[in-house]
């Protein structure tokens, strides 16, 4: 636990030159999403608490927030992982345009065959269930039961 204090607390960067993408797009992910925490704690309990809640505590968040994010996107282990990430989405071969559009519409088509072949087991399975309740409930009568 050490060691990471000691790394959230350093100002330089590591590999700077290496993986920026993918860095920098997971450093902005990482801030948006803590930003929507800080805006819920705004408006839902700071709004209202004088000029510290209202001014003072979210700008000190938002730039905790950001000082969090450039450091986690610079620890040695998570910026070696964005590192190898950029460079194997470097290797991929990326589809055409109408290699692109034939899978996509393969897959719609199949969605859609699926959606109808569940939506007729759920037609099928109400009117069985609704069969077995009609003769439970004629049975029960026929019994007394009920």
């Given amino acids: 636990m050490s060691a990471f204090l000691q ?13 920026k993408i993918c860095r920098m797009a997971t450093a902005f ?10 805006y819920q704690l705004y408006y839902s ?8 809640g209202v001014y ?3 700008l000190l968040l938002l730039f905790l927030n950001a000082w969090f994010c450039y450091r986690t996107v610079n620890f040695p ?3 070696d992982f964005l590192i190898q990430v950029e460079a194997e989405m ?5 589809p055409g345009k109408s ?5 996509s519409l393969v897959v719609i088509v199949v969605m859609f065959m699926f959606t109808v072949l569940l939506f007729g087991y759920d037609i099928a399975l109400q009117s069985l269930f609704g069969w077995i309740s009609s003769a439970m409930e004629y049975a029960a009568g026929k019994l007394g039961v009920f």
């Fill in 29 to 38: 992910a990482i801030f948006l999403l803590l930003s929507a925490g800080i």
């Fill in 45 to 52: 309990y700071l709004d209202d608490k004088g000029v510290f």
């Fill in 90 to 94: 470097r290797k991929v071969s990326w």
């Fill in 99 to 103: 290699e692109l559009v034939r899978s």
């Fill in 56 to 58: 003072i505590l979210p």
């Fill in 7 to 19: 790394e959230m607390f350093k100002v330089k960067a590591y590999k700077k030159k290496q993986g």
């Fill in 77 to 79: 282990r998570f910026a």
